[in-house]
């Protein structure tokens, strides 16, 4: 057998299987070691793992790969071929065909090959590899280090301690002494220009080596001038008899290498960044950022595929006269949708579902033509059995289309196409998951007297679970405002459900009139009797926006924050009970709070403030310092910037009231009805003395003393209890409310005979007001009446 070529030589032989037999990974498989396992000595393509393939397979055992070495014969399998392959139950998509070729006689290693056109290996495909298995002279896996001295451009790093051997060219490369090598790996990766440490760290880390071998390349910081690129390529060699794993390879200087846009590490950089590409918009700035530069394109558009319409992703460069007339002509928001009708030779291109080029000078609509003069890439997405959308890619200058570059965007455009299709899954689960948030919290905050509130949520992006922060603005009798936050427990439909559940509750019972801590405990109550394992924490205070007062309450949550008006603020050491659902018979003390006019007043839960770089306490005395810097004058913009850079990896509810106080107070006054014989006689003097203190109009003062008869009278006959009289004067608008202890309101008679002897009161209330009604009131009620004079 002839001399193995080396490893440089082996990886150009099989990225030919790249460019010429359509493949979208090749390797070479040959025995290590132990002559009973094959080890994957050498690949070049797509990362294996997206077909299930190992990096190891028992010689006796059923995988075309080791049946090809035993036998001495090709396999060529399909799709269908494949679901009936044990091995094949292994892979997360079955849509590629397989060809496994032996190297020279029986028993030499085997050849691998992966094709995702529908028709697998053609002809002239099949001659290509039978040529290029001829060519191959397996080489034995041989790791950097393991016969002497460790050569000048190879590395070979202990995956159980990160302690890492480097020749000295590596550390040249690196501008590390020898004598100052300390032997870390997190020393090298320290000189690693930070945005290309997630690529790195997917090589080095032990959680990430089911990927396999490896190809990239990184930037490392110079003393001067701009980062240098680097080219790594490694393979990991299992451990055993004491020995640990080890990832081994080169690192070399990737200026001297061939050009960097024929690369198959392109598209491995570009299948790594689509692997964390969550959203459809992550998915074309990986794009974007993968295909520009090195293409050295003037422009990229990714666009997804709705009937007939291009609804676009990314534009890169954004600006709208970068782009064609037609395209600016649908500009409606932030992108441009593309009608494919008015672009023919795009639809031709997405129905033949493959690569078109054309260069400088071809004939197309300006649709396109302006998308590229100097040449034209449209990159059809294809994702299962249709199509997701395209990618166009456009040069000013004449563009000269090589057969590695032709590879590399066919190659580009399968890992995009499947990477769009699951980021718009995503994209659409989430937004069913924002938008169920969206119903169980308040569709719009109530106008406030004396005062504005925003608020803001922000689901969190560590998952598709919906999550159990909430918050409400509650107006209450008197110009009150309850201004409530809470947190249950969890991220699921469970914590969804009692979130809305308890919003609702805290709201009913504040509706009754009861005081702040009275209403947490109700809830606490309820949240007990529901049985449940979830706990959830609140945050209530009560505003009195006439006084500038507030009562505040909290079970479990976070403090307030305080800004003033002088700009300082303050992070309120507000008494606490316990979280909701734990204790049957918990306080929950309230803590007075004095509001100046420009006090604003924020409300948070913990997603905002806490995160795993940062504690609670570090999050709070960072959110106080970004309210004390912000304008309060634009309350949406300071919600708005204290929501920049929040870590998503929780769901956040941020609730904001700037008090502004009121600029007219209304005139209030009270009676306490003793139930005595001349009790409505009283009521009517307190209230013809108070009306006309005030300068109520005489009319309008003979219409309050029939009103007040009328509720007092009703009060005092049919229910027991104290009785309550309270006068209120806004403006010119006049209201009288008489509370009682029964929950029952007046009912309004439909009809009254000329024998009845009640219910004409309720009807000459209903005539004389301007309106009339009842609110619960702290377990009982109050009937309330309006007067306006006329004018």
Same mark, same amino acid.
Request: charged share 20%; proline share 8%; aromatic share 4%.
């Given at each position: 057998?002839?001399?193995?070529?080396?490893? @440089?030589?082996?990886?150009?032989?099989?990225?030919?299987?790249?460019?010429?037999?359509?493949?979208?990974?090749?390797?070479?498989?040959?025995?290590?070691?132990?002559?009973?396992?094959?080890?994957?000595?050498?690949?070049? *393509?797509?990362?294996?793992?997206?077909? *299930?393939?190992?990096?190891?397979?028992?010689?006796?055992?059923?995988?075309?790969?080791?049946?090809?070495?035993?036998?001495?014969?090709?396999?060529?399998?399909?799709?269908?071929?494949?679901?009936?392959?044990?091995?094949?139950?292994?892979?997360?998509?079955?849509? !590629?065909?397989?060809?496994?070729?032996?190297?020279?006689?029986?028993?030499?290693?085997?050849?691998?090959?992966?094709?995702?056109?529908?028709?697998?290996?053609?002809?002239?495909?099949?001659?290509?590899?039978?040529?290029?298995?001829?060519?191959?002279?397996?080489?034995?896996?041989?790791?950097?280090?393991?016969?002497?001295?460790?050569?000048?451009?190879? !590395?070979?790093?202990?995956?159980?301690?990160?302690?890492?051997?480097?020749?000295?060219?590596?550390?040249?490369?690196?501008?590390?002494?020898?004598?100052?090598?300390?032997?870390?790996?997190? &020393?090298? %990766?320290?000189?690693?220009?930070?945005?290309?440490?997630?690529?790195?760290?997917?090589? =080095?880390?032990?959680?990430?080596?089911?990927?396999?071998?490896?190809?990239?390349?990184?930037?490392?910081?110079?003393?001067?001038?701009?980062?240098?690129?680097?080219?790594?390529? +490694?393979?990991?060699?299992?451990?055993?008899? +004491?020995?640990?794993?080890?990832?081994?390879?080169?690192?070399?200087?990737?200026?001297?290498?061939?050009?960097?846009?024929?690369?198959?590490?392109?598209?491995?950089?570009?299948?790594?960044?689509?692997?964390?590409?969550?959203?459809?918009?992550?998915? *074309?700035?990986?794009?974007?950022?993968?295909?520009?530069?090195?293409?050295?394109?003037?422009?990229?558009?990714?666009?997804?595929?709705?009937?007939?319409?291009?609804?676009? &992703?990314?534009?890169?460069?954004?600006?709208?006269?970068?782009?064609?007339?037609?395209?600016?002509?649908?500009?409606?928001?932030?992108?441009?949708?593309?009608?494919?009708?008015?672009?023919?030779?795009?639809?031709?291109?997405?129905?033949?579902?493959?690569?078109?080029?054309?260069?400088?000078?071809?004939?197309?609509?300006?649709?396109?033509?302006?998308?590229?003069?100097?040449?034209?890439?449209?990159?059809?997405?294809?994702?299962?059995?249709?199509?997701?959308?395209?990618?166009?890619?456009?040069?000013?200058?004449?563009?000269?289309?090589?057969?590695?570059?032709?590879?590399?965007?066919?190659?580009?455009?399968?890992? &995009?196409?499947?990477?769009?299709?699951?980021?718009?899954?995503?994209?659409?689960?989430?937004?069913?998951?924002?938008?169920?948030?969206?119903?169980?919290?308040?569709?719009?905050?109530?106008?406030?007297?004396?005062?504005?509130?925003?608020?803001?949520?922000?689901?969190?992006?560590?998952?598709?679970?919906?999550?159990?922060?909430?918050? @409400?603005?509650?107006?209450?009798?008197?110009?009150?405002?309850? !201004?409530?936050? +809470?947190?249950?427990?969890?991220?699921?439909? +469970?914590?969804?459900?009692?979130?809305?559940?308890?919003?609702?509750?805290?709201?009913?019972?504040?509706?009754?009139?009861?005081?702040?801590?009275?209403?947490?405990?109700?809830?606490?109550?309820?949240?007990?009797?529901?049985?449940?394992?979830?706990?959830?924490?609140?945050?209530?205070?009560?505003?009195?926006?006439?006084?500038?007062?507030?009562?505040?309450?909290?079970? *479990?949550?976070?403090?307030?924050?305080?800004?003033?008006?002088?700009?300082?603020?303050?992070?309120?050491?507000?008494?606490?009970?316990?979280?909701?659902?734990?204790?049957?018979?918990?306080?929950?003390?309230?803590?007075?709070?004095?509001?100046?006019?420009?006090?604003?007043?924020?409300?948070?839960?913990?997603? %905002?403030?806490?995160?795993?770089?940062?504690?609670?306490?570090?999050?709070?005395?960072?959110?106080?310092?970004?309210?004390?810097?912000?304008?309060?004058?634009?309350?949406?913009?300071?919600?708005?910037?204290?929501? &920049?850079?929040?870590?998503?990896?929780?769901?956040?509810?941020?609730?904001?009231?700037?008090?502004?106080?009121?600029?007219?107070?209304? %005139?209030?006054?009270?009676?306490?009805?003793?139930?005595?014989?001349?009790?409505?006689?009283?009521?009517?003097?307190?209230?013809?003395?108070?009306?006309?203190?005030?300068?109520?109009?005489?009319?309008?003062?003979?219409?309050?003393?029939?009103?007040?008869?009328?509720?007092?009278?009703?009060?005092?006959?049919?229910?027991?209890?104290?009785?309550?009289?309270? %006068?209120?004067?806004?403006?010119?608008?006049?209201?009288?409310?008489?509370?009682?202890?029964?929950?029952?309101?007046?009912?309004?008679?439909?009809?009254?005979?000329?024998?009845?002897?009640?219910?004409?009161?309720?009807?000459?209330?209903?005539?004389?007001?301007?309106?009339?009604?009842?609110?619960? =009131?702290?377990?009982?009620?109050?009937?309330?009446?309006?007067?306006?004079?006329?004018?």
């Amino acid at each position: 057998m002839a001399s193995p070529p080396a490893p @440089d030589r082996l990886r150009r032989v099989l990225e030919q299987a790249l460019v010429f037999a359509g493949a979208s990974l090749a390797g070479v498989y040959t025995p290590g070691d132990d002559p009973a396992v094959l080890l994957l000595a050498e690949s070049a *393509g797509l990362p294996r793992t997206l077909y *299930g393939l190992r990096d190891s397979y028992p010689v006796p055992g059923a995988h075309p790969v080791a049946e090809a070495h035993r036998t001495g014969r090709a396999r060529w399998l399909g799709p269908a071929e494949l679901a009936d392959c044990p091995e094949a139950r292994r892979t997360p998509s079955p849509e !590629f065909s397989l060809a496994a070729l032996p190297l020279g006689l029986a028993g030499g290693g085997c050849l691998l090959a992966v094709s995702e056109h529908p028709g697998g290996f053609g002809a002239d495909d099949r001659a290509c590899l039978e040529l290029i298995a001829r060519m191959v002279a397996a080489p034995a896996p041989v790791a950097a280090g393991e016969t002497g001295e460790l050569p000048a451009d190879a !590395f070979s790093l202990a995956m159980d301690s990160g302690r890492v051997q480097a020749g000295d060219a590596i550390l040249r490369l690196f501008g590390i002494s020898r004598d100052a090598f300390d032997g870390r790996v997190e &020393t090298l %990766l320290g000189h690693a220009v930070p945005e290309d440490l997630p690529a790195l760290m997917s090589v =080095v880390e032990a959680d990430h080596l089911s990927i396999g071998d490896r190809e990239l390349e990184f930037r490392v910081l110079q003393p001067a001038g701009p980062p240098r690129w680097l080219r790594l390529r +490694g393979r990991l060699l299992p451990g055993g008899e +004491g020995r640990p794993a080890r990832l081994v390879g080169t690192v070399a200087d990737a200026s001297t290498q061939r050009a960097g846009v024929t690369d198959v590490a392109r598209v491995q950089r570009l299948a790594a960044a689509l692997a964390t590409a969550g959203t459809v918009k992550d998915v *074309g700035h990986a794009v974007v950022d993968a295909l520009r530069r090195p293409l050295r394109a003037d422009r990229i558009a990714l666009a997804e595929l709705e009937n007939d319409r291009l609804v676009v &992703t990314v534009l890169d460069p954004p600006e709208p006269e970068a782009w064609p007339e037609v395209w600016r002509s649908e500009w409606r928001t932030e992108w441009p949708d593309a009608p494919v009708r008015s672009m023919p030779t795009l639809a031709a291109a997405l129905r033949a579902g493959r690569a078109r080029i054309w260069p400088a000078g071809s004939a197309l609509e300006p649709a396109l033509a302006e998308v590229g003069p100097g040449g034209l890439a449209v990159l059809p997405l294809p994702a299962g059995d249709r199509m997701a959308g395209a990618c166009l890619i456009g040069w000013d200058r004449p563009h000269d289309f090589g057969p590695d570059e032709r590879a590399l965007l066919t190659a580009c455009a399968g890992l &995009t196409g499947q990477a769009l299709l699951r980021a718009h899954a995503f994209d659409a689960e989430h937004e069913l998951v924002g938008m169920l948030q969206r119903t169980l919290l308040p569709r719009r905050l109530p106008r406030l007297p004396g005062g504005a509130a925003v608020a803001r949520y922000l689901p969190t992006t560590a998952g598709l679970e919906v999550g159990g922060d909430w918050y @409400d603005v509650i107006p209450l009798a008197d110009n009150h405002v309850a !201004f409530v936050i +809470g947190d249950v427990q969890g991220h699921n439909a +469970g914590a969804a459900t009692l979130m809305g559940q308890m919003r609702t509750a805290l709201r009913a019972y504040a509706a009754e009139g009861h005081s702040p801590d009275v209403v947490v405990a109700h809830a606490n109550r309820l949240l007990l009797d529901m049985e449940t394992d979830l706990f959830a924490t609140c945050a209530y205070v009560d505003v009195d926006m006439e006084q500038g007062t507030a009562l505040c309450v909290r079970a *479990g949550h976070l403090q307030p924050v305080l800004r003033h008006p002088d700009g300082t603020t303050e992070i309120v050491q507000a008494e606490g009970g316990p979280p909701l659902g734990v204790l049957g018979q918990a306080e929950f003390p309230m803590t007075p709070l004095r509001l100046q006019p420009g006090t604003v007043l924020a409300l948070t839960t913990d997603g %905002l403030v806490e995160s795993p770089d940062s504690d609670i306490d570090e999050g709070m005395d960072r959110l106080a310092g970004e309210l004390a810097a912000a304008d309060p004058g634009h309350l949406g913009l300071v919600a708005d910037a204290l929501l &920049t850079g929040a870590h998503r990896g929780d769901d956040v509810a941020l609730l904001l009231m700037r008090y502004d106080g009121m600029a007219v107070r209304p %005139l209030r006054e009270s009676w306490t009805v003793w139930r005595v014989p001349e009790a409505v006689r009283h009521a009517r003097r307190f209230t013809r003395r108070t009306l006309r203190t005030w300068g109520v109009r005489p009319e309008t003062v003979e219409a309050a003393l029939l009103v007040v008869s009328e509720l007092v009278t009703n009060a005092l006959v049919h229910t027991g209890g104290p009785v309550r009289l309270d %006068l209120s004067l806004i403006g010119h608008r006049l209201r009288l409310a008489v509370a009682d202890t029964s929950p029952r309101s007046p009912v309004q008679p439909t009809s009254i005979g000329w024998e009845a002897t009640g219910g004409r009161g309720i009807l000459l209330v209903q005539a004389v007001s301007t309106a009339w009604g009842t609110v619960p =009131v702290s377990g009982g009620k109050q009937v309330w009446a309006d007067l306006v004079p006329p004018g």
